[in-house]
DNA sequence: CGGATCTTTGACCACTCTCAAGTGAAGTGG
DNA sequence: CCACTTCACTTGAGAGTGGTCAAAGATCCG
């Protein structure tokens, strides 16, 4: 793979960073061994057993995060309890709010997600000092707008069977290790949903009922198998799309 | 004002930046004086007087722009005709997509929106050179995110009248130029609304009809009063953000 | 096995959409 | 000056998608 290209130096790069992958595709990836070194000395590691909150709405965050592993939900709560998740994060997505000292939404993990965590004012410094840092940033802050924008057309336009539909196609995308950036594998694909039906509910705008019976007619219209409640597979992933709406 | 004190070189300013707001509060704001001379030997202005489109997403775009008046609209297009519009640009926003040659989405300006316009070759290597650019750029990203993600609670779990409430909120909020950033007015508040009904429904979600019927029952609760159909009286602002849900 | 939790399914209901007609303002031409 | 068109908006009646409430299956785990 790309590691061995990139870890010639290894011995130089920080033990705790040699198998992360934030390190080449996430934002670790625009500093050098040095920065890596004095960056690794005020990171922390957690794992998230249960669902907890990462950076909830309430507290002052003074920490950023790598995803190394898992899924971390980003929602936002009404008064009344009604909820919506604005945005899901994978490894080796950068977490939190660059340049404020509260988010609007709170970070949520879901079961297994393991994070790095590390002082705000040491990458905001950082990223004065490695314009490639900010670049990487930027980045990733234009992605996930278009993501945002995307997902706004399925909420405010698309049917709940298309929501369901797309929302599939997204984790198909997502969740395969092997497609690399934008590939698409063409035929049947296979995968781990790791969100509760209540999750996807509140990531498309419907309730758990309506996403479970969307579930049971994409099965009757043969565009998804399910098995075991959370193992999906996916015998054309193009014919999904186009369930999807697009 | 600021102004004066930003303008001690007013001379050195290109003539066409000297009356400009993104010279200000926009983009161009990082650029010396020398810069701009530079930059603005390859802008050209333009003036929209119906509504057309500013990029589309089918060509390649070569341009990016400010906003030096009125309002541009982000939309997306389905393929039966759905529309759902993503992201409301007013003066001075920078407008197009960083780095990519096509944009998933329609930027299309209101009557009378005046735009500047310049090469994406020459801002891109300005970003490079400038890191103040660069890092106005990336506040704006993260600004448009919030407020992306900041509809998607409303187009996923918002009524329609909490809807159509937020939105005047909204645009009451984006309209008054007194009120510089986050200083929101406590009493009343007037503004013109520049968006037809049909515009209305697609930034929330809804149709022409039920927009309607909630503009009656905003009027009705005495919310909100309207003369001449966009003229839009708000005798308190903080009711009408509550009803909107926040 | 029993209890807890998540999911599925059904029946009913309501919010919003669809379709249709009507109103009001602005512009055009006789 | 007033019919007449046009266009955006409003209002109404009926329909349908998705929500609500309730109960029954699954699955997990003690």
Redesign the interface.
Same mark, same amino acid.
């Given at each position: 793979m790309t590691s061995d290209r990139l870890d010639i130096h290894n011995s130089d790069v920080p033990v705790v960073c040699r198998s992360c992958e934030a390190r080449h595709r996430g934002v670790c990836g625009a500093l050098s061994p040095e920065q890596l070194v004095q960056l690794s000395r005020h990171t922390r590691r957690r794992t998230f057993d249960e669902t907890t909150e990462v950076f909830s709405t309430d507290e002052r965050a003074v920490t950023y995060a790598n995803i190394l592993r898992g899924v971390v939900k980003?929602e936002?709560l %009404?008064?009344d309890g009604?909820?919506?998740i604005?945005?899901l994060k994978f490894a080796p997505d950068f977490l939190g709010? #660059?340049?404020r000292d509260q988010s609007?939404?709170a970070s949520v993990a879901t079961t297994g997600t393991e994070i790095c965590s590390f002082p705000k004012l040491l990458l905001e410094r950082i990223i004065e000092e490695v314009?490639a840092m900010? @670049?990487r940033?930027?980045?990733q802050? #234009?992605n @996930?707008?278009?993501e945002?924008? @995307?997902? %706004? #057309?399925a909420?405010?336009?698309?049917t709940a069977s298309e929501k369901v539909a797309a929302f599939l196609y997204f984790i198909a995308c997502h969740m395969n290790p092997e497609d690399n950036a934008a590939k698409v594998p063409e035929d049947e694909v296979t995968f781990d949903l790791n969100l509760t039906r209540a999750e996807i509910a509140d990531f #498309?705008?419907l309730t758990i009922e309506t996403v479970s019976r969307q579930f049971t007619n994409l099965r009757k219209a043969r565009l998804i198998e399910i098995h075991h409640r959370t193992h999906i597979v996916v015998p054309s992933i193009k014919a999904l799309r186009e369930a999807g709406?697009?």
């Open positions: 980003l936002k %009404m008064a009604r909820r919506q604005v945005g709010r #660059l340049f609007d939404c314009p900010r @670049e940033l930027h980045n802050a #234009l @996930e707008l278009d945002a924008r @995307e997902w %706004m #057309l909420l405010g336009r698309k #498309l705008g709406g697009s």
